[in-house]
């Protein structure tokens, strides 16, 4: 092992991550995980299949297949299938190898869903939605204004959906996958709309994703993710889901061995066909871990990007996590923190930040999900055929991104991975969420918050702009590196901070003016690494809170090489001077150490992205504008009333035109009374797209 890593160090502190991994808190069911070692390695041979089968032969292994590029699955039949030890020795000769570039035995890492057990099951009560004949639609709170009349002064709370829909966009041609433990795929509400080609089972290496029954429905999380997507609509089952004419696959790999290269093959599936990937689980929220993507699955991301959607990227929606309760904070999680993957957080129906929502600047949005003991949660598909209105957590959010981010591709499917990114930050919502704390306005005018991103979706302004949406121009990255650092000091007597002047490139071709996103890779060694917290003001003076403090994480292992990032410069020019500052938010002085190394990662670009041109965002502070239009309808309503009255005292008015208000009195009476009522409206609006 440790020629391995002398001989590749770009691979150490990956190797340092897992191996590292020991002291696990698993947070459903309170019992530590300890990762076990599997008879598989991945290795890398670059001169092809050929001398992958001649290698394999002659260290007597198995040569699976090819996983993609140069990386092949081996497996030593003489090693045990699970075992507490790694075989380093054999990796050793592995790597010696001469035809052999690089080789890991993968072991399992712990990868927990983002929802809540529920102990206390809801009693169903049966609705029966008129627009929808699908009996839970009427408590699809976030996808329709479900407040009865009486309650029209509490905010609306849709993430806009509808217009969406009356636009024409239901996901057609868009095709989500679910990276989880399974896909219920007959199941009545989902069978219509499911996808072979995008589904595939990576724990029991078969083409059928249906999830392990037990007892308990353990499994339950990747059925009731995918419905949120594309449960069926108007077949009088179950509720609708966002995109509910997408296909919908469902990758199985979260029900057992959780290697690097099953998420790997996870998040590079299919990735020329499938479209959008959705993912509600990652490192484990207890808030003391610092984990990220292997070799393996950084490749992956890598490949779904570049080479997805015919090179203009697939698009990865990831779950921001629950370790809200434990402090976690979701910059110490690469699947989130990674520029690739939309991370979601979640907000309740009372639009605060509930209890178990993480912060961090990686954040790019929100959508609504469940939050204190009695607010609604999230209804979708189920094991067994069923149906469920307790649907919780990140983990909700996440897959209600993913179907409006299909409605969002259907609307323009020229969009690349970085356009749907600017879309989120042109079009999230700020008002719905003003009552939280942490907002604040960057240097170009966009409204950022570490627990809710951009802010809450709303799937018609997104789709609006994504149909005139002008491609960004294209990536620049620039890396700025100190010159001659020597190691800092860090004490809980001495914060550290450091000021250096950023060009952003100029005068390169990699230059950045607009700025995207901003990683802060830092090394850092110190005696309680959840003592620290690291802030970043960028030359417009607006400051982030890139890690904050975590009660739980007492580990001595420090930061090695690792990205912060975050996204709220989105749209400033970086050039000027950033200022980071390090301290021990404890004040213990016991503890000790040092920033060792750091370099900042400016992404963005050298040309203006076409939408800011035309000035920096104007937000809608009136968003929940239903409030307003119903107090507008009972005004005219009201006059309508006095109208009549008039046009009856006077008994002047013919009999059509009585009748024509009589119907326009009847529309105002009912709204929103009932939800045939407002689909009746919204069809007669937008031509027949509903029947
Ligand atoms: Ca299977
Ligand atoms: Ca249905
Ligand atoms: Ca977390
Ligand atoms: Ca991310």
Not at 325 to 352: K, L, M, V
Request: one cysteine or more.
């Amino acid at each position: 092992m440790h020629r391995l890593m002398s001989r590749i160090p770009l691979f150490f502190f990956l190797l340092c991550l897992t191996n590292a991994a020991v002291d696990y808190y698993k947070e459903s069911d309170g019992i530590d995980f300890v990762p076990e070692h599997s008879n598989e390695w991945v290795v890398r041979i670059d001169e092809g299949d050929e001398v992958a089968d001649l290698v394999a032969n002659e260290l007597g292994l198995e040569n699976r297949r090819k996983i993609f590029d140069n990386y092949y699955l081996f497996i030593n039949p003489s090693v045990p299938r699970r075992s507490k030890r790694a075989t380093n020795d054999f990796t050793n000769l592995l790597t010696k190898h001469e035809k052999v570039s690089w080789a890991e035995q993968q072991q399992s890492r712990n990868r927990v869903k983002r929802d809540f057990i529920d102990k206390r099951a809801q009693e169903e009560r049966v609705y029966r939605s008129v627009a929808f004949s699908d009996p839970k639609w009427s408590k699809e709170w976030y996808l329709k204004d479900t407040r009865p009349e009486s309650s029209s002064h509490l905010p609306k709370l849709d993430l806009h959906v509808l217009p969406a829909w009356a636009a024409g966009y239901t996901g057609k041609g868009i095709k989500v996958t679910i990276l989880d433990d399974g896909l219920e795929w007959n199941n009545s509400d989902i069978m219509a709309n499911y996808d072979p080609k995008a589904s595939y089972d990576l724990n029991d290496n078969d083409d059928d994703p249906s999830p392990r029954y037990d007892p308990t429905n353990e499994n339950k999380h990747g059925t009731r993710c995918a419905g949120e997507v594309a449960m069926v609509a108007n077949n009088s089952i179950c509720g609708v889901g966002i995109a509910y004419n997408a296909k919908i696959g469902g990758i199985r790999m979260l029900d057992g061995h959780v290697t690097d290269r099953v998420e790997a093959e996870a998040i590079a599936f299919n990735h020329k066909y499938v479209d959008i990937y959705s993912a509600s689980w990652g490192p484990n929220d207890d808030g003391r871990t610092v984990e990220g993507p292997g070799t393996l699955a950084s490749a992956a991301f890598i490949k779904g990007i570049t080479e997805g959607r015919n090179g203009k990227g697939v698009i990865y929606v990831w779950a921001s996590g629950n370790g809200g309760r434990r402090q976690d904070n979701c910059n110490c999680d690469g699947y989130t923190g990674s520029i690739y993957t939309i991370s979601i957080s979640s907000a309740s129906e009372h639009q605060q930040s509930p209890w178990y929502a993480e912060r961090c600047p990686s954040t790019m949005a929100t959508t609504y999900s469940s939050g204190a003991y009695k607010d609604q949660k999230v209804t979708t598909t189920d094991l067994h055929d069923s149906c469920t209105d307790d649907h919780t957590g990140t983990s909700a959010s996440a897959p209600l991104a993913a179907g409006i981010f299909a409605l969002v591709l259907e609307a323009n499917p020229q969009l690349t991975w970085r356009d749907m990114q600017h879309l989120v930050a042109w079009t999230s919502e700020y008002a719905p969420l003003a009552d939280n704390h942490g907002w604040t306005t960057n240097g170009a005018g966009f409204k950022v918050n570490s627990r809710f991103g951009f802010g809450l979706l709303n799937a018609a302004a997104l789709t609006e702009a994504a149909r005139n949406w002008v491609t960004v121009p294209k990536q620049s990255i620039c890396q700025i590196e100190p010159t001659k650092f020597t190691p800092q000091r860090i004490s809980a007597a001495r914060p550290l901070e450091i000021d250096f002047e950023v060009k952003g490139c100029e005068g390169e071709n990699n230059v950045v003016r607009f700025l995207e996103h901003v990683q802060l890779y830092v090394t850092i060694s110190y005696t309680r690494r959840g003592a620290l917290k690291i802030n970043i003001t960028s030359p417009h003076g607006t400051r982030t809170t890139l890690l904050s403090e975590r009660d739980q994480d007492t580990s001595t292992d420090g930061f090695k090489n690792w990205s912060f990032m975050s996204v709220h410069n989105w749209g400033e020019n970086p050039k000027g001077v950033w200022t980071i500052k390090i301290m021990d938010a404890t004040g213990d002085m016991e503890n000790l150490g040092a920033l060792e190394d750091f370099r900042l990662v400016l992404h963005g670009t050298s040309e203006a992205p076409h939408r800011i041109l035309a000035g920096p965002r104007v937000y809608d502070e009136n968003y929940n504008t239903v409030q307003n239009e119903r107090s507008e309808k009972r005004q005219s309503l009201e006059s309508l009333a006095r109208q009549q009255a008039m046009v009856e005292s006077n008994k002047l008015a013919s009999k059509h035109d009585a009748y024509g208000q009589q119907d326009s009195l009847d529309e105002m009476n009912n709204i929103p009374a009932t939800d045939s009522h407002w689909f009746r409206l919204l069809a007669r609006l937008n031509g027949n797209w509903l029947q």
